[in-house]
C-alpha cells in the first residue's frame, strides 16, 4: 500500500527564509530522502507550486465552476488525487472537472515544481 504524505505548512514563513535557511531545510529534505530511499520506501514527491498557482474545480447541477487557489469549504479535507500529465492549465481543469468528487466536494488543481 502507497500513501501520499501531503506537507502543509505556512508558506508565508517559508517565503520569509534566507537563502541559507531555505538550502538547510532543502538538505534536510534531501537526507531524509536519501534515507527512506534506502529502505525501499520511497517512491516519488514533488515541491508544489504555491497555492498562488492553483485553481479549484466544482462541478454543480452539471455546470462548471473554476475559481482561482484552493479555496475549499472549511467542512471538506483531502480525500486523494490524481496524477496527470496536461498540455496546460485549462486542459488540466478540465480533467478535474470530470472527476466525480467535483460534484459533491472539489478538485484543486495544483501545478507540480520540476527541478532539472
Known amino acids: 500500500m502507497q500513501y501520499l504524505l501531503l506537507i502543509y505548512g505556512n508558506e508565508t514563513d517559508f517565503a520569509g527564509y534566507t537563502d541559507q535557511q531555505r538550502e ?26 504555491p497555492t498562488s498557482s492553483a485553481s479549484t474545480v466544482r462541478v454543480r447541477n452539471g455546470k462548471t465552476s473554476i475559481t482561482d487557489g484552493p479555496f475549499a469549504e472549511t467542512r ?3 480525500g486523494g ?8 492549465l485549462d486542459e488540466a481543469n478540465a480533467i478535474a472537472a470530470r472527476i466525480p ?3 459533491v466536494g472539489s478538485v484543486e488543481v495544483r501545478p507540480i515544481v520540476v527541478r532539472g
Do not use: H, M
Open 76 to 78: 471538506e479535507q483531502l
Open 101 to 103: 468528487g467535483a460534484e
Open 24 to 49: 538547510e531545510t532543502y538538505g534536510r529534505y534531501r537526507k531524509l530522502i536519501d534515507e527512506i530511499a534506502q529502505s525501499g520506501n520511497f517512491k516519488g514527491g514533488n515541491q508544489l507550486q
Open 81 to 88: 488525487y490524481f496524477l496527470i500529465e496536461a498540455k496546460n
